[in-house]
């Protein structure tokens, strides 16, 4: 059980963590007005979450459902991990529904103003819309972060 505890740390902490800098680096590339940056920014972004994100929320999933399979499925019944559960698979559904199309999106833009030479407004578009969609996308787990180390109720 401490193994597998470990290793739901450590995704979450992972995936916290590269949503998190994919803001911070998608935001520094697009204000910088340089296209090359922005292109090179938003492939390295789709990568980071073919490497980190689907694997960190997939192990966090994986690790714990396997954790309360353990301890009895009836902890779902409380209210922090079950809101925790939830708030989770509403994660993965914004992700991918939403925000894996827009950075596909984004990442042909990009290629496609960088060999205009010029900024193109439905990237701008595209980009502004997953600002918005990441930041839902994050504070979510935040939430469940707080959740998971706060424990109400319990």
């Not at 290793?7 to 979450?12: E, R, S």
């Amino acid at each position: 059980m401490r193994i597998l505890l470990a290793i739901h740390i450590l995704a979450a902490v992972i995936f916290l963590g590269n949503i998190i800098t994919a803001a911070f680096w998608k935001v520094r590339a697009d204000k910088s007005g340089n296209l090359e940056t922005m292109s090179i920014t938003s492939r390295s972004l789709q990568l980071a979450d073919i490497a980190f994100t689907m694997p960190g929320v997939i192990t966090l999933l994986v690790t714990g459902v396997w954790m309360v399979g353990i301890t009895g499925w009836q902890r779902f019944q409380e209210p922090w991990l079950g809101i925790s559960l939830v708030l989770l698979i509403l994660t993965a559904i914004i992700s991918a529904a939403g925000l894996v199309p827009l950075q596909k999106r984004m990442v042909r833009l990009s290629g496609d103003q960088l060999t205009a030479g010029t900024a193109d407004p439905a990237y701008r578009r595209a980009s502004r819309t997953w600002a918005m969609m990441g930041g839902v996308a994050t504070l979510l787990p935040v939430v469940i972060l707080i959740l998971m180390v706060l424990k109400p109720g319990v």
